[in-house]
């Protein structure tokens, strides 16, 4: 692992982006992840080590123990370079995407301060496509986008199934003040005007709520909404659906994408919508001995429906998902093993690891889980 401060070449700044050719694995190319160190990100640094890339990740600070999961990952010695860059020092991202042939922008605000989540998400965005544009390298660039960009519109009919055509509504985003969502569509909107503009090949992924097993340290907000569930803290679950699918499957995405000339435009990355119910159940099946909420919140109005969608994109792509009652299964299975979520009960022997282990088709508020 090395840690670098690279300089821009003068002679290959405001040369043209390379157009978009088939990527062969690896194969001794160069490729950018910004935010490394992210729950995503972490997984598809992993992915790509593993697949013989040569990887430059952004991170603050390259000497934070909280990057220490990079530096331990297969490969990592010899092809993970860890540039500090902070997502708004345009020069910094330059230098981290000079002699890239790929940039994974995965780097974004997640909250709902408007100062915090809107100007840093677009800004920032627009000075990665910027950069690998003035490298004169890089072939592709793939956006993490989000769900928050696709599904926010009150006016989809509960027939429309949800697919890369669909938008978020700005407005309705403001007037609900929920600005994660704003954020990532006004960012995505960013990223395909200034690629555009730029000339720069651009395909882009949007997760939906993402679980699985953590690379790093510490809890981020999507395995929290798990968590929660699991340690008391919740004690009723929402009247509410959500999409899911397994970070492994979105770290796979990312790469299929950048690899495919096939690919471009959107590509909606989720496995399965669930209503709240649907996943304390599954949770409570595979791990009883913990105190699952069994309650919802809502006793008055009628059930939430999950919405349809079509992930044939990705599929399209060679893309198999994990069903979601894996994911948390093994979503669960890391909290423990990291010290997240206290082991409870006599269970804790391989043997009895083995017998909660996802292994029958359970009927879970009418929708199957392959569980």
Known sequence: MTVVDAVVSSTDAGAPAAAATAVPAGNGQTVCVTGAAGYIASWLVKLLLEKGYTVKGTVRNPDDPKNAHLKALDGAAERLILCKADLLDYDA????VQGCQGVFHTASPVTDDPEQMVEPAVRGTEYVINAAAEAGTVRRVVFTSSIGAV???PKRGPDVVVDESCWSDLEFCEKTRNWYCYGKAVAEHAAWETARRRGVD???VNPVLVVGPLLQ???????AHILKYLDGSARTFANAVQAYVDVRDVA????RVFESPRASGRHL???????RED????????FPEYPVPARCSDEVNPRKQPYKFSNQKLRDLGLQFRPVS???YDTVKNLQEKGHLPVLGERTTTEAADKDAPTAEMQQGGIAIRA
């Open 202 to 204: 651009l395909v882009v």
């Open 279 to 286: 996943v304390v159940r599954i949770l409570a099946k595979l």
């Open 217 to 223: 340290a510490t809890v981020n907000a999507s395995i």
């Open 326 to 328: 894996q994911s948390l």
């Open 269 to 275: 990355c989720a496995e399965r919508v669930l209503h």
């Open 151 to 153: 599904t926010m519109d």
């Open 252 to 255: 796979d995405a990312h790469l």
């Open 93 to 96: 991202i330059c230098r981290a």
